[in-house]
């Protein structure tokens, strides 16, 4: 099976400090995404990275970063976090050579910026 | 451009009523692929099921069934005699471009199944 795990299930953090979502899948995957869901708007894509240390913005890249150092492992980063990145964050994780197209999803962590 | 729509924004059902989820879609693509994905209250989007434009049978597994139609641009999700465990979020999905993984995904159908 699948696994996608998420360092934080719930966080809580202050305007302006850096945050750090890590993660990590275990099948060997190539392909990572970092997801923002939101009432009313269903599941936006933030970066996705095809490849260690590749990486492609997605629709609403603006005040994220990402990281890719193994290819486990994805990182996503608010470098200065603000009220309004106070979101559901959920990771995913594909197998594009394997020609299903599905993603796997992590359990998501809810971060709220006070 | 890509899109997909779940006007349904909450669906309201009590036990053993038959329940259809819509999803209407735009693409501008011959081959694409049409998912639905389940979201409980735990969080992490569950895969249902994937479609690909050149097969338009229907789908049934247990209770749930896909109605797939080109002709109208339609992924409908039919769930049979619905349970309170069907109680979730579900989303509708297409990939963006033909050989890519990436998703463009509907706004999401909350589905409760009272007792």
Request: proline share 3%; aromatic share 14%; hydrophobic share 30%.
């Amino acid at each position: 099976d699948v696994k996608v795990t998420q360092s934080s299930r719930y966080l809580v953090k202050r305007t302006g400090e850096k945050v750090f979502l890590e993660c990590v899948q275990d099948m060997d995957h190539e392909n990572m995404f970092w997801y923002r869901q939101d009432p009313g708007l269903g599941l936006r894509l933030i970066y996705f990275s095809y490849d260690v240390k590749m990486k492609e913005k997605g629709d609403i890249p603006e005040g994220y970063s990402v990281s890719r150092e193994k290819k486990e492992r994805f990182s996503l980063i608010l470098e200065s976090a603000s009220t309004n990145q106070t979101s559901m964050y959920l990771c995913a994780s594909s197998d594009l050579a394997g020609g299903t197209y599905e993603q796997y999803f992590g359990p998501g962590t809810r971060l709220t910026v006070t | 451009a890509q899109k997909v729509t779940q006007a349904q924004t909450e669906i309201s059902v009590v036990e053993k009523e038959d329940v259809t989820l819509d999803c209407v879609y735009e693409t501008r693509d011959t081959t694409y692929y049409l998912f639905w994905y389940k979201q409980p209250p735990s969080g992490e989007l569950v895969f249902l099921i994937r479609r690909n434009s050149f097969d338009e049978q229907n789908e049934i597994s247990g209770r749930y069934s896909w109605n797939f139609q080109k002709s109208t641009s339609s992924f409908n999700f039919t769930i049979t005699a619905s349970q309170v465990v069907d109680s979730a979020v579900y989303f509708c999905a297409l990939t963006r471009s033909y050989n890519t993984d990436k998703l463009i995904f509907g706004t999401g159908t909350r589905l409760q199944v009272f007792p």
